[in-house]
């Protein structure tokens, strides 16, 4: 990544703009230099060495992007590009981004910050930038066509207005959205707030990442941008189990996790062993008395979601969306269910003809994980990970809070698996054990059934033949 120096040199005078608008070359001479960033870890939070203090956040397999002061004002340069994003060892994906990155870098600022942002396109078509949330001028909104003209490609645009209020947004084209959202465009957005604010608690550890989706055929390296809902890869910040980084905190941190969604679907994202309130949206912080505990959020498309807890007990702790199939990996929906049947060889002989073909297996999805299945090129199994049990048997948008009384303030390294302590962990029972309890009955009935003594039918189950309809 770009060093902070590059940032702070070169400082050169920029006039505002009123409105979104194209810069001269001359202007362009003073730009700040853009930064970048290609590797998919997490990276350490972005302290503020110019402008007003607040407390960073670390954005989950990110960055944030630095800046540097001209006169007062915090001027950031985003350039929108192609990128090649790792989505997870063993899988490249060719997307759309900024700087390097998709989502592009997470922008940090204050409230009362005057802002300016250039945004330079690289892209193959125009584009436009919205600030998703914010408070600004109705030119400054970044909507192609209705406020703005369309950033042509080689072109550079300023944007520029005050950060008003405090909270959680998102930054994304609103020019050929369906298109460029689909290929990874987007970003995060955090304002701090200037001051103690009633509604907003201080945090040990604040985390960002936003939920993105992607349509990539095995072996395939594009997304396809048509597809409404039948994604195969459900990912945070454009990456998938395993390949997001666990969430590290000391124990008794409180902890604030910041989520965006961007996909075209809701996500009821789920945690282990605590309790967290909903403390805010992209609207603004929840009042207290509004608040209530929950272990799942559902966060609708569009939505900031900013959830708070303590971080009191030691462990790994599962943190997922809880649709089973977002936490899969590059699965097709029309696989056939064999569960119960002995198809020993068969699949085999078919994938030798069809090599898409794959089917359920016969005691689940599971022992799928146990073949050893070939895989396209540039692809990753549907369910994969290791524990220290064995294989966890997930994929998509699933990650593990760890939480360490040993680990350091300010250290975000994972330190291994957590050690339990003596008989504390599930195991085999080898001992005698009582037949357990079973129920007997089917319950009872709303209303008494019209036709009564009905023939009893066996359900059976048949090749389909020739063409069936519904």
């Not at 930064?35 to 007003?52: E, I, K």
């Not at 708070?308 to 030691?314: C, I, P, R, S, V």
């Not at 593990?400 to 009384?405: E, F, G, S, T, W």
């Not at 009564?452 to 059976?460: D, F, I, L, S, T």
Request: proline share 8%; hydrophobic share 35%; net charge neutral.
């Amino acid at each position: 990544m770009s060093s902070r120096r590059s940032f702070l040199s070169g400082l050169g005078a920029i006039t505002a703009a009123a409105s979104a608008a194209s810069v001269s070359k001359v202007a362009m001479a003073a730009l700040p230099e853009p930064a970048t960033q290609t590797s998919p870890d997490t990276m350490a939070p972005l302290v503020p060495n110019t402008g007003r203090p607040y407390n960073p956040v670390v954005t989950l397999n990110g960055w944030t992007l630095p800046w540097r002061m001209n006169n007062g004002v915090k001027e950031f340069h985003l350039v929108a590009e192609p990128v090649v994003r790792e989505m997870a060892p063993g899988m490249k994906a060719h997307l759309w981004g900024y700087n390097g990155q998709s989502p592009g870098p997470t922008i940090e600022v204050v409230e009362g910050d005057r802002v300016r942002i250039f945004v330079t396109n690289k892209l193959p078509e125009h584009t436009s930038v919205h600030w998703h949330g914010q408070r600004l001028p109705n030119g400054m909104d970044g909507v192609s066509g209705l406020t703005q003209k369309s950033i042509q490609p080689g072109k550079t645009f300023m944007y520029e207005f005050v950060a008003r209020r405090p909270g959680t947004f998102m930054y994304h084209p609103h020019a050929d959205e369906m298109t460029q959202m689909a290929m990874g465009m987007m970003g995060f957005w955090v304002t701090h707030p200037k001051a103690k604010h009633p509604q907003i608690a201080e945090v040990d550890r604040d985390f960002v990442f936003l939920l993105n989706a992607y349509d990539i055929d095995p072996g395939a390296f594009t997304p396809k941008t048509s597809t409404m809902l039948d994604f195969n890869l459900w990912s945070w910040n454009s990456r998938v189990f395993p390949g997001i980084d666990p969430f590290v905190v000391r124990k008794n941190d409180k902890v604030r996790i910041r989520i965006g969604n961007l996909t075209m679907t809701n996500h009821p994202i789920h945690i282990h062993g605590h309790e967290f309130q909903v403390t805010g949206t992209d609207g603004g912080p929840v009042p207290q008395s509004a608040r209530w505990p929950e272990v799942t959020t559902d966060i609708a498309v569009g939505q900031m979601r900013q959830i708070e807890f303590l971080a009191d007990e030691e462990g790994d702790w599962a943190f997922h969306c809880h649709k089973s199939h977002h936490t899969m990996n590059a699965m097709g929906h029309d696989t056939p269910n064999l569960i119960g049947v002995d198809h020993t060889g068969v699949a085999k002989k078919i994938t030798s003809l069809i090599p898409e073909y794959m089917a359920m297996g016969e005691r689940g999805m599971a022992n799928m994980g146990e073949m050893e299945m070939p895989l396209p090129d540039n692809t990753l199994p549907m369910m994969t990970g290791e524990g220290p049990f064995g294989g966890v048997e997930m994929g998509g948008m699933f990650s593990v809070l760890k939480v360490r009384k040993d680990q350091k303030p300010g250290d975000y390294k994972d330190h291994g698996w957590y050690k339990h302590p003596p008989g504390t962990v599930a195991q085999e029972w080898t001992g005698n054990i009582a037949e357990p309890a079973r129920a007997t009955t089917v319950g009872g009935k709303s209303m008494p059934l019209k036709q009564k003594n009905q023939q009893q039918v066996e359900v059976q189950v048949r090749k389909p033949v020739g063409k069936m309809e519904h």
